[in-house]
């Protein structure tokens, strides 16, 4: 298979694009007929023809388009729905723009209202890969194919340039349902190590189970801070940490969280549910609990926050994280000025090595609705949040205002907390804008931190660790293109997993009251009980009608840079 990277257009080509794209969307006339015209002019006449009437320009559209609302907008700024950003959208786009705003972490509850009411935005905008599925098999969705083909310039070039894009947000009946954007594919989840404790205490960094462990209670038992108490912690076990763990033994089986990922390839290239990646997984989790090394109370610690404090404090030795978040690792050298991190490969394991999440290369933000009325404007309004003009507005503001540019040729900020003010608030209107690039990244921000230098030099580390496709990461593919399951069968997995993580968590903390192999034969019982067989079928029948098609784990890693 050729391989395929993400390309970037030149400066001028985009700049020459939008220009078109503009004089194509200002003049809105069609051609003179010219047969037309010839026919009954007298071959001499002294008569002067009467002028052509003048064509009525298009009449401009008019579109609904939801939008999050974070509750982030300044008073002075306005609302979410009205303020200087909406209104140089309505000065500047080629259509009208009523906002509906939804509030972020309740939108689907709120679309779902609307849906029902026949309310719904014609441009929807929405994160959710869940719910895109959902209104997809519900028919709510309008297919794009023939609406970018015909009326579309500035995305349609996105596509061309990434189309993994078009792969990705195609559906089962063979056509494009989704719109969406190129991201940096890059590692997400990072398995930190305090490298300076290492070396305190002539240690290696652990390639295996039982080294890692071994490094874990160490760090817990032989003082690495130096401070004379017994108030280190080895190794997380908590959100992140959890899930990187059970990534080192193949399986995306978590604790935390119903989005469980069981599923992987035989030796024969079958889709199996691998129970026993999973009893590994527990096993390990179970010994590092029973030896004393992590939080008792991880369980609890859902979102991973009693942990992060513990690893700013620079009490724990070794920490599942988000990569890019660069002030954790400020906070940490403000706390420990000598701490040093490392991230590392994860341990190899009985069933292979592995490596954590990766961020997914594409995606999905947006759809249009089935009733939109006029779906042609709504593609227009999309090409425009597509062009460079929209999105490097959106993102840094005016030119002279709110950046200039550096040498680079990157906008650099004039005013940080004006900026902050002014354009803090407006990155949910980009949603079509390509994550990638030469200004996009920490690498390539002007004048970095200390802190961020720092942190530029731990993600060159992570990605030689971690995107290499001898160490894959877990699953059929990135969880972003699974299969979105039909109703029955969601319910069915999310209730079986939810009986399953409880008797997890209870073989893990229960000593030898409740053993693995009991957790194993339970789970199993439960998820059959349920009807889990028809969700294996589901995954394996569809891996093999669309492994030729689908958006697979080795077209991801073709696209890395």
Not at 139 to 144: A, E, G, H, M, N
Not at 146 to 174: C, V, W
Not at 397 to 424: F, R, Y
Request: hydrophobic share 40%.
């Amino acid at each position: 298979m050729k391989k395929r990277t993400w390309k970037q257009k030149s400066a001028s080509s985009i700049a020459a694009a939008i220009a078109l794209g503009l004089v194509a969307t200002a003049c809105g006339t069609a051609p003179a007929d010219n047969a037309a015209a010839e026919e009954e002019t007298p071959a001499a006449s002294n008569e002067t023809p009467a002028a052509p009437a003048a064509e009525e320009p298009a009449k401009r559209g008019s579109i609904t388009s939801s939008l999050y609302d974070r509750g982030t907008v300044p008073a002075e700024e306005g609302t979410m729905d009205n303020n200087r950003w909406t209104k140089w959208v309505n000065e500047n786009g080629p259509v009208d723009v009523k906002y509906v705003t939804v509030p972020r972490f309740e939108s689907l509850q709120k679309f779902n209202v609307m849906f029902a009411s026949g309310s719904a935005p014609d441009l929807i905008l929405e994160f959710d890969t869940s719910y895109q599925g959902q209104l997809y098999t519900q028919k709510q969705l309008l297919p794009l194919d023939d609406l970018i083909a015909e009326h579309s310039t500035e995305y349609k070039a996105m596509l061309e340039t990434y189309p993994a894009i078009r792969k990705a947000a195609t559906m089962d009946d063979g056509k494009m349902y989704m719109l969406g954007r190129p991201l940096e594919f890059g590692p997400q989840h990072y398995l930190f190590i305090r490298a300076d404790w290492l070396k305190k205490l002539n240690l290696e960094t652990p390639k295996t189970p039982d080294e890692l462990l071994a490094v874990a209670k160490a760090f817990a038992t032989q003082d690495p801070d130096g401070n004379g108490q017994a108030d280190t912690e080895g190794i997380g076990l908590s959100f992140v940490a959890g899930i990187i763990i059970n990534h080192m033994f193949g399986t995306g089986f978590t604790l935390f969280g119903t989005d469980q990922n069981y599923w992987s390839l035989d030796e024969g290239g079958k889709v199996v549910h691998d129970w026993d990646r999973v009893k590994a997984a527990i096993a390990f989790q179970k010994q590092i609990y029973d030896a004393g090394v992590a939080d008792r109370d991880f369980v609890t610690d859902k979102n991973g926050e009693k942990q992060k404090q513990q690893w700013i404090a620079g009490k724990l030795g070794i920490y599942g994280g988000n990569g890019s978040d660069v002030k954790i690792y400020e906070a940490l050298k403000t706390n420990v000025p000598d701490a040093e991190v490392v991230p590392i490969a994860l341990p190899a394991t009985e069933f292979g090595q592995f490596s954590p999440i990766l961020s997914a290369p594409v995606q999905l933000t947006g759809m249009i609705n089935a009733a939109a009325k006029d779906p042609v404007s709504v593609m227009k309004h999309v090409d425009f949040m597509a062009s460079e003009t929209y999105r490097n507005t959106i993102a840094n503001g005016l030119e002279g205002v709110h950046h200039s540019l550096a040498e680079n040729g990157c906008p650099q900020a004039i005013d940080a907390e004006k900026n902050k003010k002014e354009l803090g608030y407006a990155g949910d209107m980009n949603m079509l804008a390509p994550l990638v690039g030469e200004c996009f990244g920490l690498e390539n921000k002007v004048n970095p931190t200390e802190a961020e230098k720092g942190m530029i030099a731990i993600r060159a580390m992570a990605r030689k660790a971690y995107m290499d496709p001898a160490k894959p990461m877990v699953g059929l593919t990135h969880s972003s293109f699974m299969p979105i399951l039909p109703q029955d069968l969601l319910q069915i997995k999310t209730n079986a997993n939810k009986t399953i993580v409880d008797l997890a968590v209870k073989a893990i903390v229960s000593g030898g009251s409740y053993t693995v192999d009991q957790f194993i034969e339970e789970a199993k019982s439960v998820w059959d009980k349920a009807g889990g067989a028809k969700v294996d079928q589901f995954y394996s029948d569809w891996y093999e009608k669309s492994k030729d098609t689908a958006l697979l784990m080795d077209d991801i890693y073709e696209l890395a840079p």
